[in-house]
C-alpha cells in the first residue's frame, strides 16, 4: 500500500564525546534559520508548514518546492486524511476504531477497516520478531501504572502487576481476514496502538504528498519523522538526537534523504518516585517499565511505522539484544543511549558507523 520498503540492520560501542554538544546545536540552529521563505512561484526555499494537535500529540508539515496556490489544497488534504486515520486510531476518541475493538472485541469479534488489519498484521510481525518485546496489548499495564488516560503515575503492588500481565499477549488477538474482524481472547484484554500508529499516519501522510508530487517535505508526529527528498535550499536534512537528561542539547545529528527516524526515550513521559525514574516504556514480559540500561533509543527505517515500533522493542530489549534485533535487518540503522554509573554511552549501528 505505501510505496516504502520493508525495514533493516545495525552495532558497536562509542563513549560519547560531550565536547560535540554545543556544536551541534549551534549548527543546527543555523541550519533552522536558513530555511528562509522565498519569493514567488516553485522556489526551493519556500516553506509552507502547518502544525495541528492529533493522536495526542503535535503533528507538523513542511512542505517546499510547490508554489502557494497548490500548497493550500495540499495541505488540506492532508489534514483530512491526519483526521481520518485518528478516527481509526486514537484511544483518546471514544468513537475511534481502536476503542470499539477495546469495548467489544473481549466479548465477540469486531469488524474493522483495511488499515486496522494491516497495522494489526503488522504489529503481530513486529512482535514475534521482537520476542514479545513489542506488544500491543499492553494497555492494562499503562493504565495501571497510571500513564493513560491522566498520565499520573503510581507504583502498583506486585499482586496488581501479576494480574494485568494476565490480560497481556500478543498472541491472543485473533485476526480474521475472511471475516475483516479481531478478537481478544482474554477478558479484559486491551490494545493500545501508540508504538506503531503515529509512525503510520506519518507514512500515509508521506504517500499522499509523493502522489502530489511533492519532492521536498518533512513530516513529523510527536518525533516521528519522514525526510522527503532534500531540505530547502539543498542537501540532507539534518536530525537532532535529543540528549536524555539535558533539555535543549543534542547527541548528535543525522542526515537523512528519503528516511524514517523515531525516537525512544525515558524522559518523554516519566515519573520519579524515590529518586527512582518510571518510564512509560514498560516490558510487556516483566509488567514493569523497562530496567535495561536504555536512556534513548533512535531508529532510522524505510517507513516509519517499522522505525516507531523497533525504537520501542529496542529500549525494552536493551544495548546488546536491540543491536542484534536491528543487526538482522540492512535496511535498519539506529542509536542506543544507556546510562551507567552516571555516564552516557552511545551505541551506533553498522551502517551509521560507515557514514
Same mark, same amino acid.
Given at each position: 500500500? =505505501? +510505496?516504502?520498503?520493508?525495514?533493516?540492520? @545495525?552495532?558497536? @560501542?562509542?563513549?560519547?564525546? +560531550?565536547?560535540?554538544?554545543?556544536?551541534?546545536?549551534?549548527?543546527?540552529?543555523?541550519?533552522?534559520?536558513?530555511?528562509?521563505?522565498?519569493?514567488? %512561484?516553485?522556489?526551493?526555499?519556500?516553506?509552507?508548514? $502547518?502544525?495541528?494537535?492529533?493522536?495526542?500529540?503535535? @503533528?507538523?508539515?513542511?512542505?517546499?518546492?510547490?508554489?502557494?496556490?497548490?500548497? &493550500?489544497?495540499?495541505?488540506? /488534504?492532508? !489534514?483530512?486524511?491526519?483526521?481520518?486515520?485518528?478516527?481509526?486510531?486514537?484511544?483518546?476518541?471514544?468513537?475511534?476504531?481502536?476503542?470499539?475493538?477495546?469495548?467489544?472485541?473481549?466479548?465477540?469479534?469486531?469488524?474493522?477497516?483495511?488499515?486496522?488489519?494491516?497495522?494489526?498484521?503488522?504489529?503481530?510481525?513486529?512482535?514475534?520478531?521482537? %520476542?514479545?518485546?513489542?506488544?500491543?496489548?499492553?494497555?492494562?499495564?499503562?493504565?495501571? !501504572?497510571?500513564?493513560?488516560? $491522566?498520565?499520573?503515575?503510581?507504583? +502498583?503492588?506486585?499482586?496488581?502487576?501479576?494480574?494485568?500481565?494476565?490480560?497481556?499477549? !500478543?498472541?491472543?488477538?485473533?485476526?480474521?481476514?475472511?471475516?475483516?474482524?479481531?478478537?481478544?481472547?482474554?477478558?479484559?484484554?486491551?490494545?493500545?496502538?501508540?508504538?506503531?500508529?503515529? &509512525?503510520?499516519?506519518?507514512?500515509?501522510?508521506?504517500?499522499?504528498?509523493?502522489?502530489?508530487?511533492? $519532492?521536498?517535505? =518533512?513530516?513529523?508526529?510527536?518525533?516521528?519523522?519522514?525526510?522527503?527528498?532534500?531540505?530547502?535550499?539543498?542537501?540532507? !536534512?539534518?536530525?537532532?538526537?535529543?540528549?536524555?537528561?539535558?533539555?535543549?542539547?543534542?547527541?548528535?545529528?543525522?542526515?537523512?534523504?528519503?528516511?524514517?527516524?523515531?525516537?525512544? &526515550?525515558?524522559?518523554?513521559?516519566?515519573?520519579?518516585?524515590?529518586?527512582?525514574?518510571?518510564?512509560?516504556?514498560?516490558?510487556?514480559?516483566?509488567?514493569?517499565?523497562?530496567?535495561?540500561?536504555?536512556? $534513548?533509543?533512535?531508529?532510522?527505517?524505510?517507513?516509519?511505522?517499522?522505525?516507531?515500533?523497533?525504537?520501542?522493542? @529496542?529500549?525494552?530489549?536493551?544495548?546488546?539484544?536491540?543491536?542484534?534485533? =536491528?543487526?538482522?535487518? +540492512?535496511?535498519?540503522?539506529?542509536?542506543?543511549?544507556?546510562? /551507567?554509573?552516571?555516564?552516557?554511552? =552511545?551505541?551506533?549501528?553498522?551502517?551509521?558507523?560507515?557514514?
Amino acid at each position: 500500500m =505505501l +510505496p516504502f520498503r520493508r525495514p533493516g540492520g @545495525v552495532h558497536p @560501542v562509542i563513549i560519547m564525546n +560531550p565536547s560535540i554538544r554545543k556544536t551541534l546545536i549551534v549548527v543546527i540552529s543555523f541550519l533552522c534559520l536558513g530555511i528562509m521563505p522565498g519569493t514567488n %512561484g516553485c522556489d526551493k526555499k519556500r516553506v509552507f508548514k $502547518e502544525t495541528r494537535s492529533l493522536m495526542g500529540t503535535a @503533528v507538523s508539515v513542511e512542505i517546499s518546492g510547490i508554489s502557494r496556490s497548490a500548497a &493550500g489544497p495540499i495541505m488540506a /488534504e492532508i !489534514w483530512a486524511e491526519a483526521e481520518r486515520l485518528e478516527e481509526i486510531f486514537s484511544r483518546y476518541l471514544a468513537g475511534s476504531e481502536v476503542s470499539r475493538v477495546n469495548r467489544e472485541a473481549s466479548r465477540k469479534p469486531v469488524r474493522v477497516g483495511e488499515e486496522m488489519l494491516s497495522v494489526l498484521e503488522r504489529s503481530r510481525q513486529i512482535s514475534r520478531m521482537t %520476542g514479545g518485546a513489542f506488544d500491543i496489548t499492553i494497555a492494562p499495564l499503562l493504565k495501571l !501504572w497510571g500513564f493513560f488516560p $491522566e498520565r499520573k503515575g503510581r507504583v +502498583p503492588a506486585p499482586a496488581e502487576i501479576k494480574n494485568a500481565l494476565q490480560r497481556v499477549d !500478543w498472541r491472543s488477538v485473533v485476526i480474521d481476514r475472511g471475516e475483516r474482524s479481531v478478537r481478544l481472547l482474554r477478558p479484559g484484554m486491551e490494545i493500545d496502538l501508540g508504538g506503531l500508529a503515529k &509512525g503510520y499516519v506519518v507514512d500515509r501522510i508521506t504517500a499522499l504528498l509523493i502522489e502530489r508530487g511533492v $519532492e521536498s517535505a =518533512l513530516v513529523n508526529a510527536g518525533g516521528d519523522i519522514y525526510c522527503l527528498g532534500e531540505r530547502p535550499g539543498g542537501g540532507e !536534512w539534518r536530525i537532532g538526537v535529543e540528549h536524555p537528561r539535558k533539555d535543549g542539547q543534542v547527541l548528535e545529528v543525522l542526515r537523512l534523504r528519503d528516511r524514517a527516524v523515531a525516537s525512544s &526515550g525515558d524522559y518523554q513521559n516519566c515519573f520519579i518516585r524515590s529518586r527512582k525514574r518510571y518510564s512509560h516504556i514498560i516490558d510487556p514480559r516483566t509488567g514493569r517499565p523497562a530496567d535495561s540500561a536504555v536512556a $534513548e533509543t533512535t531508529v532510522l527505517a524505510p517507513n516509519c511505522l517499522v522505525a516507531d515500533a523497533l525504537a520501542t522493542a @529496542v529500549f525494552v530489549l536493551g544495548a546488546g539484544e536491540g543491536m542484534e534485533l =536491528l543487526n538482522d535487518d +540492512p535496511e535498519v540503522e539506529g542509536i542506543v543511549v544507556t546510562e /551507567e554509573e552516571d555516564d552516557l554511552k =552511545l551505541y551506533y549501528s553498522a551502517g551509521l558507523m560507515k557514514n
